[in-house]
């Protein structure tokens, strides 16, 4: 008896979630499953532990902020101007409150915006930085305590 009405619960399962469905990935998650933000992250793991790579990151990614359109980040921007102050502040070894988790994320979410050879590279008008964008607000949703956090210590410390 038993094993009758687990077949049955189980092909009740089976139906309800079909096995060869053809979803489609949401466009967002393309970049970050992409190859160009795996190489990131483990790039991250470098820049962190080298406060001389982590600063030119920071020259690298400031240049690059300063001469993009600013619409595709819409609200994402003050929170990429945070996350770049925040990696200057911790390369200056002036804040360290901040998870190694949630510093690797920011990181690597800098170093994926520098980076010529991305899933879609900045010379394609729009989209380019639209792919750029999209690894920010990852980040930002991943990270915003630790840079809501950031924020608050600037504001009260200096």
Not at 1 to 30: C, D, E, F, G, L
Request: charged share 25%; proline share 6%.
């Amino acid at each position: 008896m038993k094993t009758t009405k687990a077949k049955a619960i189980k092909r009740q399962q089976s139906r309800a979630i079909p096995k060869n469905t053809n979803r489609q990935r949401p466009y967002q998650k393309a970049a970050i499953r992409s190859q160009a933000f795996a190489k990131a992250i483990l790039d991250a793991k470098f820049y962190a532990t080298d406060p001389q790579r982590l600063r030119a990151l920071f020259d690298e990614a400031s240049r690059k902020a300063a001469a993009i359109p600013k619409e595709p980040f819409k609200d994402s921007w003050p929170y990429l101007q945070s996350m770049l102050r925040l990696i200057r502040a911790y390369f200056r070894g002036e804040y360290r409150n901040v998870s190694q988790d949630a510093l690797l994320t920011i990181i690597a979410a800098v170093s994926y915006l520098v980076d010529p050879f991305d899933l879609i590279p900045d010379e394609i008008p729009f989209l380019g930085f639209l792919e750029d964008a999209t690894v920010i607000g990852f980040a930002i949703t991943r990270t915003r305590p630790a840079l809501d956090d950031f924020m608050t210590w600037e504001t009260t410390a200096y």
